[in-house]
Nanobody
Framework: QVRLVETGGGVVQAGGSLRLSCAISGPIFRPQAWGWYRQVPGKQRDLVASMNTGGSIKYADSVKGRFAMSRDVAQNTLDLQMNNLKPEDTAVYYC????????????????WGQGTQVTVSS
């Protein structure tokens, strides 16, 4: 069974940084895309960043220049470096993997982690 586990969430002051990691394990599968999403209670799950197999990355406008997504092929992990955090970045962050192709919609992703809470205090 494919499993994605996020770590690295926590509480940070505005202007601070956090680094999220996502460990992917389980039977061999060939994702076509990986993504980071976030969700605030009562709202939809929104794209933060998405990467395809060619290394192209799409960022949400709200995080451009502050967040950086990367992938470690050898370790089979995804990372999200978050700098200059703002209170509006507070959310549960999820990593995801898609096998059907590169898409930005939540429905494009087949496997999800359980989420990690990020809280940014003002």
């Amino acid at each position: 069974q494919v499993r994605l586990v996020e770590t690295g969430g926590g509480v940070v002051q505005a202007g601070g940084s956090l680094r999220l990691s996502c460990a992917i394990s389980g039977p061999i599968f060939r994702p076509q895309a990986w993504g980071w999403y976030r969700q605030v209670p009562g709202k939809q799950r929104d794209l933060v960043a998405s990467m395809n197999t060619g290394g192209s990355i799409k960022y949400a406008d709200s995080v451009k220049g502050r967040f950086a997504m990367s992938r470690d092929v050898a370790q089979n992990t995804l990372d999200l470096q978050m700098n200059n955090l703002k209170p509006e970045d507070t959310a549960v962050y999820y990593c995801a993997a898609a096998v059907g192709g590169w898409g930005l919609r939540v429905a494009s992703y087949d496997y999800w982690g359980q989420g990690t809470q990020v809280t940014v205090s003002s």
